[in-house]
């Protein structure tokens, strides 16, 4: 196996070698054990520091605007992917090109610190996590977490006789990475992928576990969990990949990985919550109702640099349909702590009768306010 060739990027490229490479994997362990360690810490912390490090990496936000001749979208922030993702579903079809000034739009959309996502939520915009968070409660039987399409997934994996390989060493985490990991996150997201580097997937497999989907003796997906610190009855899934980056064409052994790790997890490792990790903040995304289909419980990602400040200029049926049918997981805070709701064709006023006052009377219902109208539909966690 040959590794890919690695590029230089950041402080590395004005280093000499060997140094250049040893910048580099220090960049990849501290990402690492940042990224595991913001689960530990205060939720402000978390923010906190992950802001002031999105800042100095990108201090600009840029504005793009799309449509689709029916909605028009702008859009101020540096996340491509989440960018492509809104656009996508609120004006299919659209693309977002670069905008040098202010944008005659129906709705405008901001990344903004996660810190300051109430204070916007009361000055009426409706806030969305930058992501949203699945966990699996594993003492509830697979019978009650699970429908009827993901019960027939189950008996698909068996029938098939797949079994779990828990694997060690440095050439087994070369193999997931060379074979798995990197060539189906550039699959999956072609130009936005974030491809770790071999050191970051690594550090995740000596700290973890990395369990590998087997057919007849032969690898077919491996997935990396990793114990939560903090939490010793939680372990998430950090990483996972399908022999040869052929994800759509892996759906039995990628089903597997999910199964038979939470499996493991419940028995060898005694957890009783297992973290799916995250995917954007509306529930129409295929990768949201993905994992959903496992039964979790869904929760606001707060611990992130970014959250989204939506405010409608010009609301249109149109753009409540495309609304609703999205399905925003928009923060809720009527309870002090952060959760979600995500509104209906009610909330909204009806497709008929939508007004921009009623959305804002919206987020100031979610923000808590005092004598701000509860919205009808119930928060979902």
Known sequence: MTAPPTVLVGPSRFLP???????????????FHGRRLARAVPVAIAQSVAWSV????????????????????????????LRDVVGGL?????VFSPADRTVDADVSITEIPTFAARRYAGEGFLVLPHFVEFEVDLERPESERFGTRRRETVRRIEKAGLVLEEAHGDEAARFFYETMFAPTARARHGEHAIVRRFAYV?????????????????????????PRLGAPDAVDAWLIGVRGGAYEQSTVAREAAYLLSMRWAREARRASRFGLTTAPPFLSHGLSRYKASWGPAIRPGLRSATALAVRATRATPELAARLVAAGPCLADFRTGDAALHVPS?????????????????????????????AASSPRIA
Do not use: C, K, M
């Open 345 to 373: 064709a009610e909330d909204l006023g009806g497709a008929d009768d939508l007004a921009a006052s009623r959305l804002r009377e919206l987020a100031l219902a979610l923000s808590g306010a005092r004598g701000a109208t």
């Open 17 to 31: 070698p060997p140094l250049d490479r040893l910048s580099q994997v220090a960049w990849d362990l501290s990402s």
């Open 54 to 81: 999105e800042r100095a990496q990108r201090p600009t936000l840029p504005l793009f605007h799309a449509t689709d001749g029916a909605v028009r979208v702008a859009y101020r922030g540096n996340d491509p992917a």
């Open 202 to 226: 690594a550090e995740a497999i000596r700290r973890g576990a990395l369990l590998f989907v087997r057919e007849d003796g032969e690898r077919l997906a491996g997935i990396v969990v990793v």
């Open 90 to 94: 609120l004006v299919p079809g659209g």
